[in-house]
């Protein structure tokens, strides 16, 4: 199901504001609007356009960054990898340069999906959910964050252990979506503790939190920690590995 609390509004309002450039969203970067043209121009419908740019970020593998509250689309396309927030900006700078309004929701969610690949991991985080404006209602996704075969290998831990949630996923994820309903991988409603809003960028979000963190020492156990992540995802991706991943130990 959809966020029962995501903000609706008109047709004029969704066209306009929503399709804008922005600092993190940089539109006007000749080869991020080429791959959104490329991906979308011989598409004849606006879910199979959105589906189109959905499948393309969703190859792109997963890598947890500690730049995700400040770097570009056109870097995220340069890079080829990302995380909620990275992927998210190229989703949404890509359905923008295709023409389709798009933009992050921000919710905090408790952290039942980093079981297996983070030990220590706190107990809530926000998560950046991609939505797209298509026909006369916003359809939300997350399905682009984690890559087919990290995606095969997750579900393949969770089956062998017997959990509901972890290695990034949970366990009714669907692997693909179809552009009409919402498509949510990495967390369920009743995991959602709060929902901040929409946003433009990650950076203007973080920027209402303000105070809330610690500063540079916040930036250094992010930064160990998303080393940490992509050691333990790299650990899964490779068949019958043996580390503390595969085992199912706790995150």
């Known amino acids: ?41 011989s598409r004849q419908s606006l879910p199979a356009r959105a589906m189109a740019i ?10 947890a960054t500690s730049d995700g509250s ?4 056109s870097e995220v396309l340069r890079r080829g ?21 798009a933009r992050l929701l921000f919710v905090r969610v408790r952290t039942r999906f980093l079981h297996g690949i983070l030990e220590g991991a706190p107990p809530e985080m926000p998560h950046a ?10 359809v939300s996704t997350d399905g682009y964050v984690v ?3 990290l995606f095969m290998r997750a579900k393949e831990a969770l089956v062998a252990h017997g959990n509901d949630c972890g290695w990034g996923l949970v366990r009714d994820a669907r692997s693909t979506w179809d552009g009409a309903r919402p498509q949510l991988q990495q967390f369920r409603a009743e995991d959602v503790v709060r929902c901040h809003g929409c946003f433009h ?9 303000e105070g809330q963190s610690n500063g540079w020492l916040d930036t250094l156990k992010y930064a160990l920690g998303a080393q940490l992540v992509n050691r333990r995802v790299a650990q899964l991706r490779r068949p019958h590995a043996q580390g503390p991943a595969s085992r199912g130990q706790a995150a």
């Open 81 to 101: 990898a990302g995380d909620c927030h990275a992927k998210g900006v190229l989703f949404t700078a890509l359905c923008r340069a295709a023409g389709l309004p």
């Open 54 to 63: 959905h499948d393309f970020v969703r190859r792109m593998p997963f890598a």
């Open 129 to 138: 959910v991609g939505q797209v404006h298509l026909g006369e209602r916003w």
């Open 201 to 209: 960028d990650p950076s203007q979000f973080y920027a209402t939190q």
């Open 70 to 73: 400040s770097v570009r689309a």
């Open 1 to 41: 199901m959809d966020f029962p609390w995501t903000p609706e509004d008109g047709p004029q309002e969704a066209h306009a504001r929503w399709r804008v450039a922005t600092r993190q969203l940089d539109l006007d970067h000749p080869g991020l609007y080429i791959t959104a043209q490329k991906l979308t121009q």
């Open 147 to 149: 890559d087919p075969l």
